[in-house]
């Protein structure tokens, strides 16, 4: 029972449902430009997690990486993906052909086995908030799971993105943050990627005048 | 069954009658101010009821015993519910009688009857809606018993005045899972009461109706109490909301006479914000096609259930 953990532990214990909540919600959603915001308020929802565990456990160097969510991923990437969808022209695209039940229903599926895996490791962390962890590899798979059902090319990225969300606040909720060096290089990574795959889109919908990933699935013409 | 507990039980199906049409007005009123429209007055549901109450009733001839007993059927299910679901106090006699499953059977049990009361006549439209009700209904009641057992596995127990208690007057604590089972009580709630994303409440649109199409061959005092029927389900709706999620100013089991009375203005303020709350999401959303709504309420089961996993997992 909550009682016995102090407040801040509840807190993120609270952040982490919120996460998860937001990945359920990815999952379930059909409009790109509203993917694009949720992804913006998971991020926010790591920003503040990682601010909860960097206040409670006097780690100043966890405010930096507060800073860099807070400034990539609740406001550069989702402006790159904005921007992308507004040149591309894909704001109000609407993904069909997807069973939007049968996909949430395997994310339960995920859930309960996440939740299976996590728990034996968790048992073993001595954090407070250790129970987060199975929650931060639900919502991993979650994003997992959102790339593997997407056909097109912008939903598949915002699902490796929250993937990336997912596995910053197993670092930082079970563990207490990983080294300052891994988070901004994991920073940049995703900045870099995000980069280079809006030039994928262009290269993309320029050769098949689309961005549905199965025209990529063919060898040749 | 002490004497205050039978007062309080008293005030609160009082205030449930009482209170049930305001609500409704409330929340018509916001929703003319949201759409930019002048209101009706907050007392129109009255005036509607006294003016049907007035009218001669017209029965179909072939009507049987079940289309003239089922407005009293489904009003007593209503204000049954009011007097369980803890509203202003938890020390309920009449809340020993049911717990939250039988709560939900009750609800079954009115429903039930409304449709069947509609195909009794034989018209095309009121079987169409007891078709559809029924559908919305065996889609939305997993959801809400998931929802509250979401509740119930926190407190231990399904009886809802004990979850109360649990939640209102113990140590405070946050429950991660019930963040989980509010999105997914919210959703149940809309679709149970015949709001926007489901049905239309305001709406004699054919194609489109649902508790309205069950309603249509009523008339006079069967309507009026049909209609307040349907203000003290989104009251009592209101109410489990509440109690489950926002269950602070409810009077603990043992309090006195001035504790409850005191938990009255508390009580209404909550209802006030909520009937803003609904009155909002209805005005922001558009109504879902009937096909897409199980997937509404398919999303609202499967949140309720991840409530329960994540319960499971944060043990909390």
Known sequence: MPMNIPLWAQLINLLAAVLLLLAFAMLAQRRVLTLINLFAAQGFALACSTAIVAFATHQP???????LTLVLKV????????????????KWDVEGLINIPTTMLLGIVLVVFAFNLALPISQLANTVTRATLGIAMASVMLAFLMMITRRKAIPQVIG??????????????????????????????????????????????????????????KLKE | MSATGFLSQ?????????????LVGWVNQCRAWLSNRSAPPLLQPYRMI??????????????????????????????????IVPSLATDLPFAQAADAIALVGLFALARV????????IGTAFGSMGAR?????????????????FTASLISGSTSLPTIVDTLAHR??????????????????????????????????????????????????????????????????????????????????????WLAILGATPVLIVKLAGGGFALALIETLSAKLRIFRAPEFLGTAFLLAVLGMLVNLMLGS
């Open chain 1, 61 to 67: 160097h966890l405010y930096w990486s507060v800073g």
């Open chain 1, 75 to 90: 406001l550069v990437l989702p402006w790159l993906l904005h921007r992308l969808i507004v040149r591309l022209d894909v």
């Open chain 1, 160 to 217: 490796f993105l929250a993937m990336e969300n997912g596995l910053f606040f197993a670092a930082t909720s079970a563990t207490y943050g990983m080294p300052m060096v891994v988070e901004l290089g994991i920073g940049l990574d995703v900045l870099v990627a995000m980069l280079i795959l809006g030039v994928f889109f262009f290269q993309i919908r320029e050769q098949f005048d689309s961005l549905d990933l199965q025209h990529l699935e």
């Open chain 2, 10 to 22: 008293l005030l609160q199906l009082a205030i449930a009658l009482l209170l049930a049409p305001i």
């Open chain 2, 50 to 83: 006294r003016k049907l109450f007035n009218k001669d009733a017209v029965v179909a001839e072939n009507a049987s015993w079940l289309f003239r007993m089922t407005p009293y059927i489904v009003f007593a299910a209503m204000a049954l519910a009011a007097a």
């Open chain 2, 113 to 120: 009857f409304a449709a069947l009361a509609a195909m009794d």
């Open chain 2, 132 to 148: 559809r009700e029924m559908f919305v209904g065996f889609l939305a009641e997993p959801a809400l018993l998931m929802v509250l």
């Open chain 2, 171 to 256: 140590e405070f604590a946050i429950y991660p899972s019930l963040a989980f089972a509010g999105v997914a009580f919210t959703m149940v709630s809309l679709a149970e009461n015949a709001r926007i994303p489901i049905d239309n409440p305001a709406t004699h649109l054919e194609l489109t109706m649902i508790h309205e199409a069950m309603l249509l061959e009523y008339s006079a005092r069967h309507l009026a109490l049909l209609e307040w029927a349907s203000a003290l389900k989104l009251f009592n709706y209101s109410c489990i909301g509440l109690a489950l999620f926002v269950p602070f100013g409810i009077a603990e089991g043992s309090a006195d």
